[in-house]
């Protein structure tokens, strides 16, 4: 079993910056992604940014040039570097990661609880 405790949403000005953490523990023999996702009300989950065990990054289109995924040293941390928060930004974010969990490489996908991201006008 893998756990994702994430960190760091709040309330924050248009304009302003936000700095997302999400931590992985538990048994995991690897990792190949891990993410971030978004959900604002009424609409479906998106994929905000992701970055792979080698470190290649994608960003969703809007949001490229703002917001920057890293890891952590230990490498089962993810941040996401949050600059120049508009108010359409505002959702709930999602830590998912995508982790070995088998001695036979198997793998799984594991989901943080949420933390809430409010851009204010």
């Known amino acids: 079993q893998v756990q994702l405790a994430e960190s760091g949403g709040g309330l924050v000005q248009a304009g302003g910056s936000l700095r997302l953490s999400c931590a992985a523990s538990?048994?995991?023999?690897?990792?190949?992604?891990m993410g971030w996702y978004r959900q604002a009300p009424g609409k479906e989950r998106e994929l905000v940014a992701s970055?792979?065990?080698?470190?290649?990054?994608k960003y969703a289109d809007s949001v490229k040039g703002r917001f920057t995924i890293s890891r952590g040293n230990a490498k089962s941390t993810v941040y996401l570097q949050m600059n120049s928060l508009k108010p359409e930004d505002t959702a709930v974010y999602y830590c998912?990661?995508?982790?070995?969990?088998?001695?036979?490489?198997?793998?799984?996908?594991?989901w943080g609880q949420g933390t809430q991201v409010t851009v204010s006008t």
């Open positions: 998912k990661g995508d982790f070995v969990v088998g001695l036979a490489g198997s793998t799984a996908d594991y």
């Open positions: 538990g048994i995991i023999f690897g990792i190949n992604r």
């Open positions: 970055i792979t065990s080698g470190g290649e990054t």
